[in-house]
């Protein structure tokens, strides 16, 4: 990579939007050029002075009166009057009920997950490997956003065949997968991304062939989603919100 | 009612006054409803903030057409071939309202694109989904939005002379 392909790709790499293979070449571009490293380092400083500012301008409580009542009044508004008919009464009960059911399930939902529950063992370790594969910067043994070259990768490295889905469109793009030991046995360890969190999922066969509810748990500020299906065991580690770790786990459904 | 700041947030930026924008997001709400049958279990945050943006934007082409399409994404970047100096301490010293009015100056195009990705801290793909460009096109659009937050920034600093 030449300095002008570098001036290009520096907002990209600031923002962590660069695979694996094009970062790391950014990267040595960038121990051997001071011009380069500066750029990078200014977009970061724009970043974070952004970041800093109280910039976020948030929804006043009498918006949310309103649209609460624009949405709740029986007579609707004249921008739905037009729709006419037993369907538009149907259609105005269901809106009339879905933002006070929406908001409550929402709060109970966030409630239930911020709910720390009993840590274990299992945990435990799941989050010492996902923090391992952090800090000895060996987050990929396969570095590949398609689960086409993932999956088969680990055929013979490890005695089954973990799914592996590509879920970039979901916003969560796959990064590679890895072999990791948990419960004294070797298990794969897929890696997936969220914006700049990463999320390290552990599949292993299960003991018990049973499919389980989906568990939240945290473990030293890390959200552990674990969950049995299909007679595999499943554990996604991240420092992404509970909310998203939990959109993600349902994905994989 | 969920992602109503990233909403509000999103049609504060792009009106720039606060009682349009809550016309506008109590507009998109409820063509958010309305539509809510075409949303797929994908990211709803997007889709919101999509339905926002597209709210947004009519309303501007009503009131202030003069204020959209005024960049073009064809142009091309140019590159500086001057040697970048540090600016860390001049962002560090620059104040809130300095900030806001260099944001607040930019034009609507890369000023949206500023606020998904540092404030909603979205992917290029999140934003390439809701402003419905390519994905060079938004790193094409944040570059050039930097761009012109550094020199504005820049430019309102008081030097300090020696």
Do not use: Q
């Given at each position: 990579m030449n300095c002008r392909e570098i001036k290009v790709l520096s907002h990209a790499y600031a923002d962590r939007e660069l695979d694996l293979v094009r970062a790391t070449e950014f990267e040595q571009h960038l121990n051997g050029c001071r011009s380069c490293s500066q750029e990078v380092e200014n977009i970061r400083a724009l970043s974070s002075a952004l970041k800093s500012s109280t910039l976020y301008f948030r929804a006043p409580a009498s918006l949310r009166n309103r649209i609460h009542q624009s949405t709740c009044a029986r007579n609707g508004t004249a921008r739905l009057r037009h729709r006419s008919g037993n369907r538009e009464v149907a259609w105005m009960q269901w809106i009339r009920w879905l933002i006070p059911v929406t908001a409550s399930a929402t709060v109970i939902l966030l409630a239930l997950l911020s709910m720390p529950s009993r840590t274990d063992g299992e945990t435990e370790e799941v989050v010492s490997s996902h923090v391992r594969?952090?800090?000895?910067?060996?987050?990929t043994d396969v570095a590949s956003s398609d689960q086409h070259t993932v999956k088969p990768w680990f055929d013979g490295k490890v005695d089954f065949a973990p799914p592996v889905t590509n879920l970039a469109d979901h916003g969560f793009p796959l990064v590679g997968g890895r072999l990791d030991y948990l419960q004294n046995r070797t298990v794969a360890a897929e890696v997936y991304q969220r914006n700049k969190h990463v999320i390290n999922l552990f599949v292993w066969p299960s003991t018990r062939n049973r499919n389980t509810a989906k568990k939240v748990t945290i473990e030293k500020g890390y959200n552990v989603i674990t969950w049995e299906d299909a007679g595999m065991s499943f554990s996604a580690v991240s420092d992404l919100n509970p909310v998203e770790l939990r959109e993600f786990a349902e994905l994989l459904k | 009612m969920p992602h109503l700041d990233a909403a509000y947030n999103l049609a504060r930026w792009l009106t720039r006054n606060e009682h349009d924008a809550q016309d506008i997001v109590q507009d998109a709400f409820l063509r958010a409803l309305k539509f809510f049958e075409s949303f797929r279990g994908r990211n709803s945050r997007s889709w919101l903030l999509t339905i926002v943006r597209n709210t947004a934007y009519t309303w501007l082409e009503k009131n202030r057409k003069h204020e959209i399409g005024t960049i073009s994404d064809e142009e091309i970047e140019s590159i500086q071939d001057a040697e970048p100096n540090p600016e860390a301490h001049l962002l560090k010293d620059a104040d809130n309202q300095e900030i806001m009015n260099a944001i607040a100056e930019l034009p609507v195009e890369f000023r949206e694109?500023?606020?998904?990705?540092?404030?909603?801290?979205?992917?290029?793909?999140?934003?390439?989904?809701?402003?419905?460009?390519?994905?060079?096109?938004?790193?094409?659009?944040?570059?050039?939005?930097r761009r012109q937050l550094q020199e504005s920034l820049r430019h309102h600093q008081p030097r300090v002379s020696a």
């Open positions: 594969s952090l800090m000895a910067n060996h987050l | 694109a500023v606020i998904l990705r540092e404030l909603e801290e979205m992917s290029y793909k999140e934003i390439a989904d809701v402003l419905n460009v390519p994905l060079g096109t938004v790193m094409s659009r944040l570059a050039r939005a």
